[in-house]
């Protein structure tokens, strides 16, 4: 299929030269980029989740490698494999259910019921070691009512598995795909109407006259404040610009063209105006499984102001910004630099230049890198699409989305 | 006592470099006139070997933070020198009330021939071994030396031994300054010294343990003890003898100053600052106001207290009224001008051109027929400065210089002649120039370099002329460091210092404020200025600084303030908003050498946009781990005793 991997490629190049900028962006092009890998796979007749798993890690690994930092991107990536797995599950489960209807509608009723409670609790116990997933309310209670109609398949394992599947293979290598990629058109919408679902809640979080301080520029936070104006709540906003990229100049105009009172004020002067703020609302880059969270540079420094005068410090992002990886020494490891002439311009420590690189390594230095984390400690809330979260939820919130086994993109694909 | 103390005079001067500490009292045996007599047969032997370690000791003690200076043994040791001096009338002296002269060893004296306790006591001082010690010394030798010796010889006690010991005293003090380490240059000093230290000797024998402490401390301290350094530390001498000047002469001057005591206080308490938002004040002082202002047009509501001008038409307009303003000597309308331009920023730099202003104003000044040159020369004074406060809100740093000035036209007798009083006038602004600003800053440096070692790395935030002469002074003793220069918009001052560093040859990394929290992991040390600091600790300087602090602190990075005393105030501040001074908001929508970045092009436009331009910001206290002064390296909880102790002296020399 010479047309996914020139695709494939094409969106590998725009990753690598940063041609796509911003998390929703990127997610979502991943997403219809692995959704086209998705519908021109070929799928045989037997392991079709596997090797459906297989063509998007591949591809996976690539978009990853291509853009390590752009986390949205492995985000994504383990979404669908995750929703490839749980297709395959529900079609295999609906598949024995089939068969365990007709061979359970002759026992007692009395019995079967506790014989179901009983085998319920094998059944999601194997379904959930078949995935590998991590336990959880939530498939609990969507694990009951399906595999306790299945009791005995679930039991006799494997052999049987193979006698079904020939049954209705026909059905099912289409319905398998055809599901896969209606989950992740779904995903695609989620991604898409993100921002509606979470500017949903401005309104029960901001009251009147409030006053909230930003840095920089964040769709979301944009959407977000835009919604409880619309509202009729006035409150009035402080806006950081944020250098070196000064997106907080893009937010301040695109505020007051809705008529909210806006004030913008320089990075440094963050410590002197926190403390007669209400609130502290910015978006993200991404948000780590422990909580901590990657967002554009010098966000630490509006958190630890915000610590010091107790102004809660509340995070806006999408779904697809929950990252299921653990951070190690984020700072230096997730972080991306940006070209120094932000700061200096080229032209402007030549003549210094000339002698300084004398000694072999050149005595000026320029840092201007692009993200700053924000430990879990600092933050006080996520609002995310499915609702406000505190820090210490999100792993489990992760453990919703993605399935363990797919944490570790490359080393999979690679042994496969 | 001495058991537990006597370690203490030999530890080793790096562990206590910061802090408060209590030096080691002398043996209080060494005044017990048995072991005095036994020291002659001693002397000979040990002195060469004590001489080194006493000085080095001397070296070793003198931590840089002298306050305060110890109590219990100075008042006690001043009284041994004062005793025997019958009609030394304490009201004159610098050494006179003491509030612990309670003759302490009042029996002990009277036992004593006056001539062999001078002769220790002049040893002692000549020998200066006790970092306690060394503000008494330093007083007795310079300020106390002359009155003692004409003491004595009015009363004819000791004629010949005393003159002696002042002699030596100099000695010593030069010899100190000019060498550090001893020399062998002074033998009777040496022998006094030598007798001394026996008495100690003696003492330490009896205490093994002490005494191995004592040798182990000694030869970390000999070894230890560099000559820059002490050096240094001489100048932290000096310090502290003026600091003990006011401590003890508190009580006799306030009785001798004639003045109310409580007048003065009302006196120092500051003018309440204009408050923006009083309409009738506002209107009145428009009245008043030479300079035409133009109200901001998108003010911000929580500014409205401070003044906010539109930055445009001013200068043009001063400048076009050059010849029509009279009463404004044309050097201090020269000082606004630049004010006004944002030519001349920075505490140091606004408060030495405003003063030389003020010198050349008086230097041209002449008293007007039918006026008094007190009262006429303070309300000039008062008018140039309403002047300055028009083109540009006034510095503390200022105000303080003001008040001096002002002070000390006030203090002129009335029977001065007029040039007289104009060249003491003179002398004043050129003698506060000099000691509160240029010598401040010489000693500042070296207190702040001992803080630089080899393979730092320090993050420095903006432009602080302090601090840039510490980065340049370690980087010519050698000290190979790295420096992280932390720049944020929109003045971008650290570029400026950024240059300067590098075409020095230091090698720097440049950076903004919002990557602080990336840099902030390798930083060893955090060199701020300040624009001044308050009694509360409170340290008001440049916007941001608060956030670099507060970063540092965050990840344990330790907070530097350097900071002349003259900054110091006695207002208290908790906020950054209350007071505070708002720059041109146009500077913010427009990034220089950012073209693209233009949204923000006619935001005066929209009257729900403001920007705000601050100016300054005030860290807390608990983030700043140290002040380093010409006073020493002080916490700043410190603050109000140096306003306070510092502050009399300030105004009255």
Known sequence: MPDVQTLVNDFVLKLKRRKIEGSQASAKQTAELLRSVVSQQRLPYINQATVLLDAVRAVGEQLIAANPVELAVGNIVRRILHIIREEDLTSTASAMEGLSLSANSDDDDNYEREDHQALSAAAVAAAARSTLRAPSLQTLLEGIPESASAPHPSSSGGDSEGKSKSAERSSRSKKLKHDVIEAINELIQDIETCHEQISEQAVGLIHQNEVILTLGRSRTVKEFLCAANEKKRSFRVFIAEGAPRYLGHVLAKELVAKGLQTTVITDSAVFAMISRVNMVIVGAHAIMANGGVIAPVGINMVALAAQRHAVPFVVVAGSHKLCPLYPHNPEVLLNDFKSPSDLLDFGEFSDCMDFSTSGGSPRLHVVNPAFDFIPSKLVSLFITDTGGHSPSYIYRLIADYYSADDFVVRRRSTTS | ?653
């Open chain 2, 1 to 653: 006592m001495d058991s537990r103390r006597l370690p203490r005079t030999v530890i080793d001067p790096k562990v206590r470099l910061v802090g408060f500490f209590t030096s080691g009292d002398p043996p209080p045996a060494r005044f017990n006139p048995n072991t005095a007599d036994a020291t002659a047969a001693t002397a000979a032997a040990i002195s060469s070997s004590s001489q080194n370690s006493d000085i080095n000791l001397t070296g070793n003690s003198l931590s840089p933070v002298m306050i305060p200076p110890l109590r219990r043994m100075s008042p006690r040791r001043c009284d041994e020198m004062q005793m025997p001096i019958g009609s030394y009338n304490p009201s004159e002296s610098l050494l006179g009330t003491s509030p612990s002269r309670r003759g302490i060893n009042g029996p002990d004296f009277s036992e004593v021939a006056t001539s062999a306790w001078l002769g220790i006591s002049g040893s002692m001082k000549a020998a200066a071994s006790f970092p306690g010690s060394s503000g008494e010394m330093m007083m007795v030798g310079k300020n106390g030396g002359n009155a003692l010796v004409k003491n004595m010889d009015t009363t004819e006690l000791a004629a010949k031994t005393v003159p002696g010991v002042t002699e030596k005293d100099g000695g010593t003090l030069t010899d100190m300054k000019n060498e550090g380490a001893g020399t062998v240059r002074h033998q009777k000093q040496m022998t006094t010294r030598a007798e001394r230290r026996a008495i100690q000797e003696a003492q330490r024998a009896s205490k093994a343990a002490a005494m191995m402490d004592g040798k182990g401390g000694k030869s970390i301290a000999s070894t230890g003890g560099g000559a820059p350094s002490i050096s240094n530390q001489e100048k932290v001498l000096k310090q502290s003898q003026k600091k003990d000047g006011p401590q003890e002469t508190g009580a006799t001057s306030e009785k001798k100053v004639s003045r109310n005591p409580d007048k003065d206080r009302k006196k120092d308490i500051p003018q309440p600052r204009m408050q923006f938002d009083d309409k009738n004040r506002v209107e009145k002082a428009k009245r008043r106001a030479v300079v035409n202002q133009f109200e901001a047009r998108n003010r911000v509501e929580l500014f409205r207290h401070l003044p906010q001008y539109e930055h445009g038409p001013q200068l043009p307009y001063l400048e076009s009224k050059f010849f029509h303003l009279d009463n404004i000597h044309p050097s201090v309308y020269k000082v606004g001008l630049k004010y006004l331009s944002g030519t001349i920023t920075g505490g140091n730099a606004r408060c030495q051109e405003m003063l030389l202003a003020f010198r050349e104003a008086i230097i041209d000044y002449s008293t007007p027929p039918e006026k008094v040159l007190v009262r006429d020369l303070t309300s000039k004074i008062g008018s140039y400065v309403s002047f300055l406060i028009e083109c540009r809100p006034l510095s503390v740093s200022m105000g303080n210089a003001i008040r001096f000035l002002k002070n000390r036209v006030a203090k002129l007798h009335h029977n001065v002649s007029e040039s007289e009083a104009k060249s003491r006038l003179i002398s004043d602004v050129d003698r506060f120039i000099n000691e509160k600003i240029i010598v401040a800053d010489q000693i500042i440096v070296q207190h702040a370099v001992t803080k630089i070692r080899d393979g730092d790395v320090l993050l420095i935030y903006g432009y602080s002329t302090v601090v840039e002469m510490i980065l340049l002074h370690a980087h010519e003793q050698g000290k190979q460091f790295r420096v992280m220069v932390v720049d944020s918009r929109p003045k971008l001052e650290g570029k400026i210092l950024l240059r300067k560093l590098v075409m020095k040859g230091l090698s720097c990394t440049y950076t903004h404020i919002n990557a602080i929290s990336y840099v902030m992991h390798e930083v060893k040390c955090v060199f701020l200025g300040a624009s001044a600091i308050l009694s509360n600790g409170t340290v008001f300087s440049r916007v941001g600084t608060a956030c670099i602090a507060m970063v540092a602190h965050a990840f344990r990075v330790p907070v530097l303030i350097c900071c002349e005393a003259y900054k110091f105030h006695e207002r208290v501040q908790l906020d950054s908003i209350c007071s505070n001074e708002l720059g041109n908001p146009d500077v913010i929508s427009n990034v220089p050498g950012k073209e693209d970045v233009n949204h923000l092009a006619n935001w005066a436009d929209h009257k729900n946009l403001q920007l705000l331009n601050l100016f300054y910001d005030a860290t807390p206290s608990d983030y700043v781990s140290m002040i380093v002064t010409e006073h020493g390296m002080v916490p700043p909880t410190s603050v109000p005793v140096i306003v306070r102790e510092y502050g009399k002296d300030q105004f009255i020399f």
